[in-house]
């Protein structure tokens, strides 16, 4: 008789694996069942070219929860980060830059080359966005209260939230309230006078949202960015040694240290469902997996539209589903280089400051404004925002000695393109992407060894994420906390008993946190 599991888990991304483990280590036997070749969804780590081993989606870590890191001894499973230092370095047309954090003292001289006003102002604007996280964070591993329960322990959480929320006092408060409705260009205006300085925050507020800093949104992606730490130091990012691969094969070496088995190669077709509760699985393939409960770490419209059964479900949560907004204009662009940039803003042979964090171009907001209003109308950007970061300047086990491997995220270039196709488009856009670069790093295309462009259909080809959208849905207000993935199922159940969600479609969304799949496992194991 074939095996029955506790928990079958739908995709090895690393939120997937993150439930596998906590479900194993409360000793339920667990079955996680991923698609692809290799476990770790969009935080992995490839060889693309010989030699080159490749962050080819999630590229840098700030946001994995540290009680996770702890819990589930990562570290003894090869998880190490390396900060950077400085994190930022935005070259300008002029020939000027501005390179920031996290050293305090640096980021203060560098503001104050273009500003002193906002030199001062923005040790305040950092402590504003803390006392503002210091509300937040610790919902980000809690399950959200559902607005429409009447149960008591239901209305207990509300208050909370409520007592919390006036705890933060009338000034924080409503600015917390911008922060999470609001856009991000009016904040940063008001903030700040330098375009320079304005224009690298905005690039966190736009970054994988299909949206620009004046549109309302931004300031909560914005904010999403500065709510994490490395090695405990908050607001910082960093590499993970090996690429963020190793994110998720530490995870999931703590999941099989504690008796989970994982499957590679193995597509889920059908959510099996008999009696409105979820009975296991069957892959592509015919095979059938049989389990009491199942849990999907894949988005929610491939967990709900593609591998169920309408029937199985009641038609308005369907419809919730349906609603969820996946539009995408990202581009990724991983390069392998025979050396580093050489800006003429900073030149210099070799690695420099200027390559240990991430290379802005970007010269003002209004060039992000414009390069909106292209994908707005369905065009690439005619000159999109890049965001380039070498790990390779810190971490020398990527690429061979002396080569180098550029992760650049490029916004916008819509998934639906008007008059024209993304097989057309795809070497046009990634030669604009260059010939940007080579403004600023002269002798940039002559190092490029070899590439791989991913427009957003191809983000959906390769990692099974829906319209390409790098957080499983997109992160406006509606879509998230207690509406997310829909109203009335934000507490990781669904509609079908013993059938829960563990993916960034749930709260708190996308990001390589672990969150969504720490929270999910609690609830299952809160069930029994
Ligand atoms: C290009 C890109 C760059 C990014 N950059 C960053 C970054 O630098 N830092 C950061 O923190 N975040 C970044 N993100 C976001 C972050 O990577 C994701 O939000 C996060 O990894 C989502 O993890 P997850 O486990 O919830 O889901 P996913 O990673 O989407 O995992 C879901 C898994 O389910 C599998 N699956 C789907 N359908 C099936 C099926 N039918 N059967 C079996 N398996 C299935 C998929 O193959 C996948 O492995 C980036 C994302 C992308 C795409």
Same mark, same amino acid.
Request: hydrophobic residues 40%.
């Given at each position: 008789?074939?095996?029955?599991?506790?928990?079958?888990?739908? &995709?090895?991304?690393?939120? &997937?694996?993150?439930?596998?483990?906590?479900?194993?280590?409360? &000793?339920?036997?667990?079955? /996680?069942?991923?698609?692809?070749?290799?476990?770790?969804?969009?935080?992995?780590?490839?060889?693309?070219?010989?030699?080159?081993?490749?962050?080819?989606?999630?590229?840098?870590?700030? *946001?994995?929860?540290?009680?996770?890191? !702890?819990?589930?001894?990562?570290?003894?499973?090869?998880?190490?980060?390396?900060?950077?230092?400085?994190?930022?370095?935005?070259?300008?047309?002029?020939?000027?830059?501005?390179?920031?954090?996290?050293?305090?003292?640096?980021? %203060?001289?560098?503001?104050?080359?273009?500003? !002193?006003? =906002?030199?001062?102002?923005?040790?305040?604007?950092?402590?504003? *966005?803390?006392?503002?996280?210091?509300?937040?964070?610790?919902?980000?591993?809690?399950?959200?209260? =559902?607005?429409?329960?009447?149960?008591?322990?239901?209305?207990?959480?509300? #208050?909370?939230?409520?007592?919390? $929320?006036?705890?933060?006092?009338?000034?924080?408060?409503?600015?917390?309230?911008? @922060?999470?409705?609001?856009?991000?260009?009016?904040?940063?205006?008001?903030? $700040?006078?330098?375009?320079?300085?304005?224009?690298? @925050?905005?690039?966190?507020? /736009?970054?994988?949202?299909?949206?620009?800093?004046?549109?309302?949104?931004?300031?909560?992606? *914005?904010?999403? %960015?500065?709510?994490?730490?490395?090695?405990?130091?908050?607001?910082?990012?960093?590499?993970?040694? &090996?690429?963020? #691969?190793?994110?998720?094969?530490?995870?999931?070496?703590?999941?099989?240290?504690?008796?989970?088995?994982?499957?590679?190669?193995?597509?889920?077709?059908?959510?099996?469902?008999?009696?409105?509760?979820?009975?296991?699985?069957?892959? !592509?393939?015919?095979?059938?997996?049989?389990?009491?409960?199942?849990?999907? #770490?894949?988005?929610?419209?491939?967990?709900?539209?593609?591998?169920?059964?309408? !029937?199985?479900?009641?038609?308005?949560?369907?419809?919730?589903?349906?609603?969820?907004?996946?539009?995408?204009?990202? +581009?990724?662009?991983? +390069?392998?280089? =025979?050396?580093?940039?050489?800006?003429?803003?900073?030149?210099?042979?070799?690695?420099?400051?200027?390559?240990?964090?991430?290379?802005?171009?970007?010269?003002?907001?209004?060039?992000?404004?414009?390069?909106?209003?292209?994908?707005?109308?369905?065009?690439?950007?005619?000159?999109?925002?890049?965001?380039?970061?070498?790990?390779?300047?810190?971490?020398?086990?990527?690429?061979?000695?002396?080569?180098?491997?550029?992760?650049? $995220?490029?916004?916008?270039?819509?998934? %639906?393109?008007?008059?024209?196709?993304?097989?057309?488009?795809?070497?046009?856009?990634? =030669?604009?992407?260059?010939?940007?670069?080579?403004?600023?790093?002269?002798?940039?295309?002559?190092?490029?060894?070899?590439?791989?462009?991913?427009?957003?259909?191809?983000?959906?080809?390769?990692?099974?994420?829906?319209?390409?959208?790098?957080?499983?849905?997109?992160?406006?207000? %509606?879509?998230?906390?207690?509406?997310?993935?829909?109203?009335?199922?934000?507490?990781?159940?669904?509609?079908?008993?013993?059938?829960?969600?563990?993916?960034?479609?749930?709260?708190?969304?996308?990001?390589?946190?672990?969150?969504?799949?720490?929270?999910?496992?609690?609830?299952?194991?809160?069930?029994?």
């Amino acid at each position: 008789m074939a095996t029955t599991y506790d928990a079958i888990i739908i &995709g090895a991304g690393h939120n &997937g694996l993150v439930t596998a483990a906590y479900l194993a280590r409360a &000793g339920y036997k667990v079955l /996680v069942l991923e698609r692809r070749e290799l476990v770790g969804g969009c935080c992995v780590t490839e060889e693309v070219w010989p030699g080159f081993k490749v962050s080819t989606a999630a590229y840098v870590n700030s *946001l994995l929860r540290p009680e996770i890191i !702890k819990e589930l001894e990562l570290k003894k499973y090869g998880f190490e980060m390396i900060p950077r230092s400085p994190s930022s370095f935005t070259p300008f047309p002029d020939g000027r830059y501005l390179m920031m954090g996290p050293d305090k003292e640096m980021t %203060h001289r560098e503001i104050a080359k273009f500003s !002193k006003k =906002d030199a001062e102002a923005y040790p305040k604007y950092e402590d504003m *966005l803390t006392r503002v996280a210091d509300f937040l964070e610790p919902m980000l591993v809690q399950t959200p209260p =559902d607005p429409f329960s009447k149960r008591l322990g239901n209305l207990w959480k509300m #208050g909370k939230l409520g007592w919390k $929320f006036q705890g933060m006092g009338k000034d924080v408060a409503g600015e917390a309230v911008e @922060i999470l409705t609001g856009a991000a260009r009016p904040i940063l205006d008001r903030w $700040f006078e330098s375009e320079q300085l304005k224009a690298t @925050i905005a690039t966190d507020a /736009v970054i994988g949202a299909f949206a620009a800093p004046s549109q309302p949104g931004t300031a909560y992606v *914005l904010f999403h %960015h500065v709510m994490g730490e490395c090695d405990g130091v908050r607001g910082v990012w960093g590499y993970v040694r &090996g690429g963020m #691969g190793t994110i998720s094969n530490s995870i999931a070496a703590a999941a099989k240290s504690r008796g989970a088995e994982i499957k590679t190669n193995a597509e889920v077709g059908k959510i099996l469902v008999k009696d409105g509760r979820a009975e296991g699985v069957a892959l !592509k393939d015919g095979t059938e997996f049989r389990a009491k409960r199942v849990v999907s #770490g894949a988005d929610a419209h491939v967990t709900f539209v593609r591998l169920m059964d309408p !029937k199985d479900l009641p038609a308005e949560f369907l419809k919730a589903i349906n609603r969820i907004d996946y539009g995408s204009a990202t +581009v990724k662009i991983n +390069v392998a280089l =025979d050396r580093p940039p050489n800006f003429k803003a900073l030149p210099g042979d070799g690695v420099g400051p200027q390559h240990h964090g991430t290379m802005h171009v970007c010269p003002d907001q209004d060039y992000i404004e414009r390069a909106y209003d292209d994908a707005k109308y369905g065009k690439p950007s005619a000159n999109p925002m890049l965001e380039c970061t070498m790990a390779t300047a810190m971490d020398s086990t990527l690429a061979p000695p002396g080569k180098h491997i550029l992760s650049m $995220f490029v916004q916008y270039a819509p998934y %639906h393109l008007k008059g024209t196709t993304w097989d057309a488009e795809k070497d046009r856009f990634a =030669d604009r992407c260059f010939d940007i670069l080579e403004e600023y790093a002269p002798g940039f295309k002559a190092s490029v060894l070899h590439r791989m462009v991913i427009p957003p259909p191809e983000m959906e080809r390769l990692w099974g994420i829906t319209g390409g959208n790098i957080m499983q849905g997109s992160m406006n207000l %509606h879509s998230m906390f207690s509406f997310r993935p829909a109203a009335g199922y934000a507490n990781y159940r669904t509609p079908v008993k013993g059938l829960y969600m563990c993916g960034a479609a749930t709260h708190p969304g996308g990001g390589v946190m672990g969150a969504c799949g720490l929270n999910a496992a609690r609830e299952i194991i809160r069930d029994g």
